[in-house]
């Protein structure tokens, strides 16, 4: 795999796909104005995660921490989407902590526990669902975006849980949100069928399965999920863009459409997976890799307290 260094001005040539390894910042940084069509992602849930990685994002110490990271990071991918671009952000929600700074293991879910969690954000209650989806994509209309649809992913198999005082959740958020008002969109790339055989536009939910692909990562994108996504909002040789490339789901099904792209990830387990995934001959060649040197960066001013100004 090559190897190269950048200074700390200089944009990357984008000439193929790339995967970048480091801080999704730091990466941003490189990338050239305007030069991706379409970005594909799911950032880590705030509270839900203990990845073990120096500089991840997902345990700041407050709910408004989180909020401010990624719109910060998102002010970025608006700067490398194109006039017409579209993002495409699948976020979770979850619960209050009770301040306790730690979860219990689920027997029904493993992968619950953790020994590390933030506290109740204020004004709100023990037990409280956080309402973390709408909170980021208020945020995000608020810096610039136009928050376009929210689609609910509907999850058939949902892993179950061990609770008796609320519905199971079986559902994640996927917003669509765009730079400008005027965007590129295919809907005829995606039409769904109907029970009597016809076509029609697609819908708001969609009814997909949650999948295992054998990977490290606790948390994998499922390929039908990434797929409409970039039909909609791409043509064959337009950049994709994962900021939080994970094991490498959006790149493995931009490479099969014909669309070049690029990924960013810090955890070097998952850089490693995602190449493994890249280097299987039906996916074809190995992408080229960069490494970027952990930066840390603050806390963006709070969109609340300047509503009228893009950062």
């Known amino acids: 795999m090559k190897k190269f260094k950048v200074s700390p001005s200089e944009f990357i040539e984008l000439h193929d796909s790339i995967i970048l390894e480091g801080d999704v910042r730091a990466a941003l940084a490189r990338v050239p104005d305007e030069s991706v069509q379409c970005a594909v992602t799911s950032p880590p849930y ?23 990271t990624l719109t910060s990071v998102f002010s970025e991918v608006r700067r490398v989407i194109k006039p017409d671009g579209v993002l495409w952000l699948n976020i979770g929600d979850g619960f209050t902590s009770g301040n306790r700074g730690w979860r219990a293991p689920d027997k029904k879910n493993p992968n619950r526990a953790m020994s590390v969690r933030p506290n109740n954000p204020p004004g709100l209650k023990d037990k409280d669902l956080l309402g973390v989806p709408w909170r980021l994509a208020f945020a995000l209309q608020a810096d610039g975006w136009y928050l376009r649809s929210e689609v609910i992913w509907n999850k058939p198999n949902a892993m179950p849980e061990s609770v008796k005082d609320r519905p199971t959740r079986s559902h994640e958020h996927l917003f669509m949100l765009t730079k400008s008002e005027q965007y590129a969109y295919y809907s005829d790339q995606i039409k769904e069928r109907t029970e009597d055989g016809s076509w029609r536009n697609r819908r708001s939910v969609w009814n997909i399965n949650t999948v295992n692909s054998g990977s ?13 996504c970039i039909l909609a909002s791409t043509q ?13 789901t959006v790149g493995v099904v931009a490479r099969q459409l014909q669309r070049p792209f690029i990924g960013i990830e ?19 060649a190995r992408r080229n890799g960069v490494r970027y040197s952990d930066l840390r960066y603050e806390h963006c001013p709070s969109f609340l307290e300047t509503p009228d100004k893009h950062r």
């Open 46 to 68: 705030w509270g839900l995660r203990d990845y073990g990685i120096s500089g991840q994002i997902g345990l700041e110490e407050t709910l408004a921490g989180f909020i401010h």
């Open 216 to 228: 490290s990562h606790i948390a994998v994108f499922p390929e039908e999920i990434v797929r409409p």
């Open 236 to 248: 064959p040789g337009d950049f994709v863009l994962d900021p939080f490339f994970g094991s490498g």
């Open 266 to 284: 810090l955890n070097p387990e998952y850089i490693r997976e995602s190449e493994r995934l890249l280097s299987r001959p039906a996916n074809g």
